[in-house]
Structure formats: C-alpha cells, structure tokens
C-alpha cells in the first residue's frame, strides 16, 4: 500500500473505476472496428470498392486505435463522396436536390438513383443504391459518422493523452501502473471525471454507430 492509499483510503476504488472505465473504452472501440469492418464488406462487395478491413491493435495504444478507426471511416466517406461527385455531374440539378433532402422519401431516391446507376461508378445495382440511399442520404447516417467522428477525436486527446497512450490489451494492473503511478485522490478524480464524460458521448455513439451499419446490412436483399 502506498502512502497516498493510506492518506486516501478510497484510493484503490478510484483506481478500479479508472481501469474499468479504461475497459469501456476498449470494449466500444472493437464494437466500432467491427462494425466499420461490416460496412467495408458491404462496400466491397456491392459498390465495387478496395476497402482495406481494420483491425485492432492490441499492442497499440488507444490512441492509435483511435487512428486506424477515423481513417477507415474517412476512406468510407471517401468512396461515398466519389459516387455523390458522380451523381452531381449525371443528374439535373434539382433532382441531385432532392436526393440530398432528408424530407424526400427513400422510394423516390431510389428511384432517382435507378435512372443513372448505369452511368455511376460503384453504384450499380439494387443493392448498391440501397446501401447509399440507407448511409450517404440518410440524415441518420451523416449525423452518425460525423457524431462518432467527433467522439473519437476527443479520445485522441484524453486526460492530457495519457490514458489515450495506454496499450490497448494490457492488463487492469498494468493499466493502474500506467495511467495512475502515485497520483493522489485529486488526479484520480480528474481522470474519472473525464474518462466518464468521454463514454457518456462514447457509448451511445458506438451504439447508435453500430446500429445504424445494421440497418444498412438488414436492407440488402
């Protein structure tokens, strides 16, 4: 026990919550690397995108986790770009309008869409309108990549970047060592508060992120 334990005695329970708050962390940034992997399936597949899949970094931080997941989602943003830039130049201005109008009803896109798939790379195909109608016209879907985005810069920065340097698959004592050393209560308290408002934002958005990617998957035939 060290002497801040013995000043603090609640010490070793701050410490316990900074490591399962640590847990959380991990535990919804491999939520989004599935998720994101699930997507570039899709992709891949039906909009005859070279996606490469991501995959967790156990002996990396989290920031460099947090890395690999914003450039994969931005490469996805990339692709659907592309094919938006394309549709731009094929249809008349005020249908490209209203396929960015989130008051326009999906039928009406796909029908939009169905009328110059022939013309647009990457988006030949039933499948493929759906999959972008669903994610890159959906106002759902944009606020979810850009919402999570956000979140994950934020991670980026964490407590001064110490808990965002902490390998991704260490152990709770290894955690505890690293981010706390012989931090007494006040240090343990700060890094708790903003560990907790990090997931407060984090968790719904992984969820939100990785339920809106189902969606998508489910409305494929």
């Known amino acids: 026990m060290s002497w801040s334990d013995i000043f603090y005695p609640d010490n070793p329970r701050r410490r316990e919550r900074v490591a399962r708050l640590h847990q959380e962390l991990v535990n919804c940034m491999e939520l989004n690397f599935d998720a994101t992997n699930d997507l570039i399936g899709a992709l891949n597949t039906h909009c005859q995108c070279k996606l490469q899949p991501i995959h967790i970094q156990e002996k990396g931080t989290l920031q460099d986790n947090c890395n690999v997941l914003l450039a994969a989602i931005k490469a996805v943003q990339g692709e659907l770009q592309d094919i938006d830039e394309q549709l731009k130049r094929k249809l008349e201005p005020h249908l ?126």
């Not at 110059?116 to 999959?131: D, E, Q, Y």
């Not at 390998?167 to 907790?196: F, H, K, N, T, Y």
Request: aromatic share 4%; hydrophobic share 50%.
């Open 96 to 221: 490209y309008r209203k396929l960015h109008d989130f008051q326009e009803p999906e039928s009406k896109k796909m029908q939009i869409l169905r009328s110059v798939t022939t013309g647009v790379a990457g988006l030949t195909g039933t499948v493929a309108i759906g999959i972008f109608v669903n994610l890159a016209l959906s106002e759902v879907g944009t606020i979810v990549l850009s919402g999570l985005m956000t979140v994950v810069v934020k991670i980026g920065v964490s407590v001064g970047g110490v808990i965002a340097g902490i390998l991704l698959g260490v152990g709770v004592d290894m955690i505890v060592s690293a981010i706390l050393g012989a931090m007494e209560r006040s240090q343990l308290e700060e890094a708790i508060e903003e560990l907790e408002g990090i997931m407060k934002e984090f968790k719904p958005a992984s969820k939100e992120y990785s339920k809106t990617i189902m969606r998508v998957m489910f409305s494929l035939p």
